[in-house]
């Protein structure tokens, strides 16, 4: 009986088994080729197999016209026509001119943050939760040249000099109001942007890797790869009990 229910469930562990020894073969395949199959040096360009990594594809670009150029951002990184300004903590929301009592100022809405350039774009400010911006920033505009924000937790009118934030109640929407829009990036300004987009290259080598040890999965895929060496165990016991009965018999 027992013999029985051990070759019922060796049989079973032997099917779990077989689909990862034969990923597990596959790879380690792959990875004694590396140098010789350029492994090591190609990059991923699949937006699927990036997005593995959290990576958005370099083409992915959002711009907001301001004036006569646009503010872009792509992998977090906030660009004024190709010029580098700094990171964009959350989404891409707008971008408006304003003028300051004290002077102009660009205003670059980040999903949790208000960004505040001069002019010629070099920062000022970073105005965030700490300084009371009410979040998450969902898109901004002007009204009569005081900035709007809307965000999740309702509209408000900011003065930037004061960092003070008035709620506007619903129904008081002002009818000036201009947002700002996204609009489609230039091709042009996209192919200039991919060239200065940094990024890390994750080579066919790590993704190979990763696959093998089951990191390509996160935390619960080592978790995976535990349970299969546990698997792996349970086969080689069970299978040196079998064989021993069999002998016996």
Same mark, same amino acid.
């Given at each position: 009986? %027992?013999?029985?229910?051990?070759?019922?469930?060796?049989? /079973?562990?032997? &099917?779990?088994?077989?689909?990862?020894?034969?990923?597990?073969? $596959?790879?380690?395949?792959?990875?004694?080729?590396?140098?010789?199959? *350029?492994?090591?040096?190609?990059?991923? +360009?699949?937006?699927?197999?990036?997005?593995?990594?959290?990576?958005?594809?370099?083409?992915?670009?959002?711009?907001?016209?301001?004036?006569?150029?646009?503010?872009?951002?792509?992998?977090? +990184?906030? %660009?004024?026509?190709?010029?580098?300004?700094? !990171?964009?903590?959350?989404?891409?929301?707008?971008?408006?001119?304003?003028?300051?009592?004290?002077?102009?100022?660009?205003?670059?809405?980040?999903?949790?943050?208000?960004?505040?350039?001069?002019?010629?774009? +070099? =920062?000022?400010?970073? &105005?965030?939760?700490?300084?009371?911006?009410? =979040?998450?920033?969902?898109?901004?505009?002007?009204?009569?040249?005081?900035?709007?924000?809307?965000?999740?937790?309702?509209?408000?009118?900011?003065?930037?000099?004061?960092?003070?934030?008035?709620?506007?109640?619903?129904?008081?929407?002002? /009818?000036?109001? +201009?947002?700002?829009?996204?609009?489609?990036?230039?091709?042009?300004?996209?192919?200039?942007?991919?060239?200065?987009?940094? !990024?890390? *290259?994750?080579?066919?080598?790590?993704?190979?890797? *990763? $696959?093998?040890?089951?990191?390509?999965?996160?935390?619960?895929?080592?978790?995976?790869? *535990?349970?299969?060496?546990?698997?792996?165990?349970?086969?080689?016991?069970?299978?040196?009990?079998?064989?021993?009965?069999? !002998?016996?018999?």
């Amino acid at each position: 009986m %027992f013999s029985k229910l051990l070759k019922r469930w060796h049989g /079973r562990m032997g &099917v779990i088994a077989a689909s990862f020894v034969l990923l597990l073969s $596959i790879t380690g395949l792959c990875l004694n080729h590396v140098s010789s199959w *350029d492994f090591d040096t190609k990059a991923l +360009q699949s937006p699927s197999l990036l997005a593995l990594y959290g990576m958005a594809e370099v083409g992915t670009v959002v711009s907001y016209p301001l004036s006569d150029a646009y503010i872009s951002e792509s992998n977090g +990184q906030l %660009f004024y026509q190709t010029k580098g300004i700094g !990171r964009c903590d959350g989404s891409l929301a707008g971008a408006v001119a304003l003028s300051s009592k004290t002077a102009p100022l660009m205003v670059v809405a980040c999903g949790q943050e208000l960004l505040l350039f001069s002019p010629t774009f +070099q =920062l000022i400010e970073k &105005v965030g939760a700490a300084f009371g911006l009410p =979040l998450e920033v969902q898109r901004i505009g002007l009204v009569d040249n005081v900035l709007l924000v809307d965000t999740s937790s309702g509209l408000f009118f900011a003065d930037l000099d004061t960092l003070s934030w008035t709620a506007i109640e619903e129904g008081e929407m002002p /009818r000036s109001s +201009q947002w700002s829009e996204s609009a489609l990036t230039p091709e042009t300004l996209k192919r200039e942007l991919a060239k200065s987009i940094d !990024r890390e *290259d994750i080579t066919y080598e790590r993704l190979l890797l *990763d $696959i093998h040890s089951g990191r390509i999965f996160g935390e619960w895929g080592v978790y995976l790869v *535990d349970a299969m060496a546990l698997l792996f165990m349970l086969l080689a016991i069970s299978g040196l009990i079998l064989w021993r009965k069999d !002998r016996k018999t």
